[in-house]
Nanobody, 125 residues
Framework: QVQLVESGGGLVQAGGSLRLSCAAS????????MAWFRQAPGKEREFVAI???????YYAASVKGRFTISRDNAKNTVYLQMNSLKPEVTAVYYC???????????????????WGQGTQVTVSS
């Protein structure tokens, strides 16, 4: 089993920045793909970004250029730097890990094996 614990969420004004962290423990592996999803009230869980073990990353179009995913394999931690935040990105942000996930299906929550409990991000206008 792999345990994922997110941190770094909070309340920020529009235009501000936040950095989310996700610490992995248990039977984790640096070969896992690590990703972030988010879910706003009344909406489906939505893909945000993914980092594969080789360093390749992929972003949802809505966040590209403003969000950056990175990982520190030595610390078993993945980060999501979020800049120029807008109220519409308010949601619970989830960290997730997959033993293997291809690019074509990387935006589908069902492809992932482990999930954190989520951290709330609220952007005020």
């Amino acid at each position: 089993q792999v345990q994922l614990v997110e941190s770094g969420g909070g309340l920020v004004q529009a235009g501000g920045s936040l950095r989310l962290s996700c610490a992995a423990s248990g039977r984790t592996s640096s070969s896992y793909a690590m990703a972030w999803f988010r879910q706003a009230p009344g909406k489906e869980r939505e893909f945000v970004a993914i980092s594969w073990s080789g360093g390749i990353t992929y972003y949802a179009a809505s966040v590209k250029g403003r969000f950056t995913i990175s990982r520190d394999n030595a610390k078993n931690t993945v980060y999501l730097q979020m800049n120029s935040l807008k109220p519409e990105v308010t949601a619970v942000y989830y960290c997730t890990a997959a033993r293997s996930v291809g690019w074509a299906v990387s935006s589908a929550p069902r492809e992932y094996d482990y999930w954190g409990q989520g951290t709330q991000v609220t952007v005020s206008s």
